[in-house]
């Protein structure tokens, strides 16, 4: 028997630091240019520039701004369905939880809605950690229950929770808008409430794109591709899991709370069905797993279901089918068709006579 | 006190129609490996298709009602099985493609429902009225013939589980699929009637509770995740924990119902469940939950 | 350097292992083998902490049945599985930094040395040179095996267990795989216990085998003498031919 190697000093930084250097395979350097970044700046370009365009549409510009609330709470979702495989079904728990926070604490308690994005950011990621402390632990099915579970149990909840302020069935209403420099925001010019929100959305962006592309997110990736060896190799399953979900919480916390003070209320109506399914569908058609896929599919689904407002009842029955279909035929969404896409371009390119030179001359 | 006992005899005969429910959520799972998210939507079409018999078209008795309509969702659970779930079997996300298709399949079906019906709430008559006063204890005839109908109900699913070809069939796939297909067992066909069979169940508890809750087109939701909590408390899989869940959980309603208010149900069924995962991670029954 | 005492895991009414013990010596090469379902991945999966049942398991003294699979590799043992599923979405060295990275536990945890200097000496030292930046989901069975090792490899291990390494393999590859083992426990000092179904591996490479029959030790001792015990022959071969 030896007693070797028992307390050391090593640091993980120290350990961990790639001996010899970079080789060829490592992952690439944050922010080298691929199709993942090129689109995440492309989109936060032609976002930037918009309002050049449709600014005058107050209408078109509200649209756009709860495209963006919902594209960071499907990047926040996603990080969890598609890269870290934890099935959590009260994302939108998450949302009203953030919305309520930065509510009451404005509205009952007088404080500034800007230290409401705090706080909804804050009540966002805590109640994610607490529901992920005992189900983490748990298989993944387990997780899916609990999670679903949780969310249909909030709307009784803030319902019977009025003697703490929500307002109960009615929820809170009206709820402070925002104040810049003695400036208040209004629902008649749609400008500063758009660029607030694009840089929030951004902040989803940013922070997502970092969880994914970092050493933390290759740990849930590869949690994701084959858990066991994984765990073999030292990652720590719960300790991952309830990081990832305590950020997707916080993202969504946060897009929450700006929520309320946009729409100027909060009820136990946005627990509705009809909210939960549209992210679904958000997720689903931009592609899961596949950053910055649900962002665009957010501006798809919201677009689309003010396209079909006619429709009324039958909306939901063409959004349910729609979900079905997506996961039955084409389950890796657009980013898929994409990726099929660019596989397919660049094996026409291959297939010439001369395959040297061809991809670049083009 | 003696509405103490009352309360406590009506959670029981809820709680033997929640058992129901779940037992079926559970056997889904149990055999085919399904969480089946539409599960709360048959509740809502046995319910409506019942309340179509029995009051909006026709006025059968409800002995006829649930003849007829017990086969149409057993038929509906083992289409969806063959449309949607069979397909999916062979992808590497089962699981995850499972969980999308059923909760869109879930927003048809209540949207289905909702189309055809409206939105206006619904609600079945008492199967039987007036009541019946036992050593000095009121009981209405319609809880007496819940239970009866409830216990009846799964009194067959136990005895098809144990006694016919198909039930064992179910329980030797549910034990090892691979192993029962070896032995011949056809895969697909136990999976497709134990679909039909769960929904079938779920269908039952819909005309069964109709009378005691007023029926919407998304009121599934809340029997879901009804069926939910106590197939998690009790342990999934385990018939045994699903039963004592159930009537626990039962009780419960109808002791918070009296004092508190239906409201506070779900939430104290929630933190019931809470705390039931702290203390044992995998539910009160349950075996192989908990991972590293 | 491992200890197991009275180590005993049920599956239901099934005793998968049942009252083992055994002891490792630091620098040996430890067999395994024993019929189809005689538990000799189910002793891997309790000694790597993915599986908890009774009994104790030491490594260097310290109890670490009950530790959860992360902690037990921080401590210094390392894994392979029968059914090589390395990360499908990385390239090699990627899966490669994953072990060296979590491998090793923050500040307070145990030191550890390697006998290498950086991931390159690893890579040409298992042979997957050339195909660092190869995304593994392309690569054939052996080089996925080897990045698995090389893996398991990269988070510093003293002991390593290795679950059928030579499964599916040529009769090249097989060969190249043995030598690579015993690379590992001649030029690094590595500590292995290895599961193999090919009998004549194991008396050429380890320096004690164990038989295992429905969950218990048959036989243990120097491979030679346990291989050529009746008791053994009968337990193997009866199985083979049923």
Avoid at chain 1, 187 to 213: H, K, T
Avoid at chain 2, 25 to 50: H, K
Avoid at chain 2, 190 to 209: Q, R, Y
Wanted: hydrophobic share 50%.
């Amino acid at each position: 028997m030896s007693i070797v190697a028992d307390q050391g000093t090593t640091s993980r930084a120290d350990a961990g630091k790639p001996g010899g250097g970079r080789l060829p395979g490592d992952r690439p350097k944050a922010l080298s240019l691929n199709r993942q970044t090129g689109m995440t700046i492309g989109l936060v370009v032609i976002l930037a520039l918009l309002p050049l365009v449709v600014g005058d549409s107050n209408y078109t510009m509200r649209l756009l701004v709860v495209s963006m609330i919902w594209g960071g709470v499907s990047l926040a979702w996603d990080l969890l369905l598609g890269y870290a495989g934890v099935f959590n079904l009260g994302q939108v728990g998450f949302f009203a939880l953030g919305a309520y926070a930065s509510a009451m604490l404005s509205e009952n308690a007088g404080l500034n809605p800007w230290w409401g994005l705090l706080a909804g950011a804050a009540a966002g990621a805590v109640v994610a950690v607490l529901l992920g402390i005992p189900s983490l632990r748990l298989a993944g099915i387990y997780v899916a229950l609990l999670t679903l579970a949780f969310y249909e149990v909030l709307s009784p909840l803030l319902t019977v929770g009025e003697a703490i302020g929500t307002g109960g069935k009615r929820g809170i209403s009206p709820i402070t808008p925002y104040t810049i420099g003695g400036y208040t925001f209004t629902g008649s010019n749609q400008i500063p409430w758009y660029y607030v929100a694009l840089g929030l959305f951004v902040v989803c962006l940013i922070v997502c794109y970092f969880a994914i592309n970092s050493r933390f997110g290759a740990s849930f990736i590869a949690l994701h591709d084959s858990e066991s060896f994984a765990q073999s190799l030292g990652i720590s399953r719960y300790k991952v899991s309830l990081m990832i979900v305590g950020v997707s919480g916080l993202l969504t916390g946060l897009m929450g709370a700006f929520y309320a003070h946009y729409t100027a209320v909060v009820s136990p109506r946005v627990l509705g069905l009809e909210v939960f399914i549209y992210l679904v569908i958000m997720v689903l058609l931009g592609g899961v797993g596949k950053f910055p896929g649900p962002a665009i599919g957010a501006f798809i689904v919201i677009f689309l279901s003010d396209w079909l407002r006619e429709f009324e009842n039958y909306r939901m029955l063409i959004f349910g089918a729609l979900v079905v279909v997506i996961v039955m035929v084409a389950p890796r969404g657009i980013m898929g068709a994409v990726d099929s896409a660019q596989q397919f371009v660049r094996r026409r390119r291959a297939s010439p006579a001369t395959p040297t030179d061809v991809g670049r001359s083009s | 006190m003696r509405e103490l006992v009352e309360v406590l005899i009506t959670g029981f005969t809820i709680g033997i129609v929640y058992f129901l429910v779940a037992v079926g959520f559970t056997l889904c799972y149990g055999v085919g490996r399904v969480l089946n998210y539409s599960y709360g939507s048959f509740f809502t079409w046995g319910a409506y298709l019942a309340w179509v018999l029995a009051v909006g078209y026709a006025e059968l008795n409800y002995f006829l009602v649930f003849l007829i309509v017990l086969p149409i969702t057993f038929l509906m659970g083992v289409a969806v099985d063959r449309v949607i779930i069979r397909p999916l079997r062979s992808r590497p996300e089962f699981d995850f493609s499972v969980l999308l298709a059923t909760l869109g399949l879930a927003v048809f079906l209540d949207n289905l429902v909702l189309v055809i019906f409206g939105a206006r709430t619904k609600s079945l008559p008492e199967f039987l009225e007036g009541s019946v006063t036992l050593a000095g204890f009121t009981i209405s005839w319609q809880l007496l013939a819940m239970f009866i109908f409830a216990a009846v109900v799964a009194v067959i699913l136990f005895v098809f589980m144990a006694k016919t070809r198909t039930g064992m069939s179910m329980r030797a796939v549910a034990q090892d699929p691979i192993g029962a297909r070896i032995v011949g067992i056809p895969l697909f066909r136990v999976f497709a009637i134990t679909f039909g069979i769960s929904t079938m169940l779920s269908g039952a508890g819909g005309i069964l509770l109709a009378p005691r809750f007023f029926m919407t087109p998304l009121g599934g939701w809340t029997f879901l995740v009804k069926a939910l909590i106590i197939v998690i408390a009790g342990g999934l899989g385990s018939i045994k924990g699903t039963l004592y869940a159930g009537f626990l959980l039962g009780i419960l309603e109808a002791l918070v119902g009296w004092q508190l208010g239906l409201l506070w149900v779900m939430p104290v069924w929630f933190l019931v469940l809470f705390l039931v995962l702290l203390i044992r991670p995998a539910g009160l029954f349950g075996a192989v939950a908990r991972k590293g | 350097m491992l200890r197991l005492e009275h180590v005993t895991k049920h599956f239901g009414e099934l005793a998968a292992v049942n009252d083992l013990s055994f002891e490792l010596e630091e620098g040996e090469v430890f067999g395994i083998a024993g019929p189809n379902g005689a538990g000799k991945t189910t002793v891997f999966n309790l000694i790597s902490g993915f599986l908890h049942g009774s009994g104790r398991i030491y490594f260097d003294g310290r109890r670490i049945d009950g530790l959860q699979p992360h902690q037990i590799t921080h401590l210094g043992v390392a894994r392979t599985f029968q059914i090589p599923q390395p990360f499908n979405s990385m390239t090699v060295v990627q899966n490669l930094r994953i072990g060296e990275y979590y491998g090793v536990a923050g500040r307070s945890g145990p030191k550890k040395d390697a006998p290498w200097n950086d991931l390159a000496e690893l890579i040409s030292f298992v042979g997957l040179e050339g195909k660092e930046a190869r995304p593994v989901s392309t690569l054939k069975l052996y080089d996925k095996k080897l990045t698995v090792l090389a893996s398991a490899l990269a988070t510093k291990p003293r002991l390593i267990m290795l679950d059928e390494a030579l499964g599916g393999l040529s009769a090249v590859e097989a060969e190249q795989s043995l030598e690579l083992l015993q690379r590992l426990n001649r030029e690094w000092g590595l500590t292995i216990i290895m599961i193999e179904h090919l009998m004549s591996a194991l008396t050429r490479s380890c320096d004690r085998l164990l038989i295992l029959n429905n969950g218990e030790a048959l036989r243990i001792g120097e491979p030679r003498t346990v291989v050529e015990d009746p008791v053994v022959i009968e337990c193997l071969v009866g199985v083979k031919h049923a």
